[in-house]
């Protein structure tokens, strides 16, 4: 089992960067492959990045893609998500989640372990 905190959300203007860092317990981290998602107010949570374990292959959503970049540190048991060029549209509470099973990355239903979620507001 793995619990996963999330940091460093908060307000942006468009056009600015965040990082986002996500603290996993245990000593397994490396096993897990891993995701961000994020739910904006009246919509579905929707995949944004994904990275497979070890130093992994990565992935992202279309509307992140060459803006988002999304890594890990096992040695840290942390997850990053470094947010570029950000807009008003990436407004919403990003998770992060762990799985060690198989299925798409890309769907919230092949992940076991949900973080609590962090803010991330950008403004015009």
């Known amino acids: 089992q793995v619990q996963l905190v999330e940091s460093g959300g908060g307000l942006v203007q468009a056009g600015g960067s965040l990082r986002l860092s996500c603290a996993a317990s245990?000593?397994?981290?490396?096993?897990?492959?891993m995701g961000w998602f994020r739910q904006a107010p009246g919509k579905e949570r929707e995949f944004v990045a994904a990275?497979?374990?070890?130093?992994?292959?990565?992935y992202y959503a279309d509307s992140v893609k060459g803006r988002f970049t999304i890594s890990r540190d096992n040695a840290k048991n942390t997850l990053y998500l470094q947010m570029d060029s950000l807009k008003p549209e990436d407004t919403a509470v990003y998770y992060c989640a762990a799985r060690q099973g198989s299925g798409n990355y890309y769907y919230t239903d092949s992940y076991e372990y949900w973080g609590q979620g962090t803010q991330v507001t950008v403004s015009s």
């Open positions: 990275i497979r374990r070890g130093a992994g292959s990565t």
């Open positions: 245990g000593r397994t981290f490396s096993s897990y492959a």
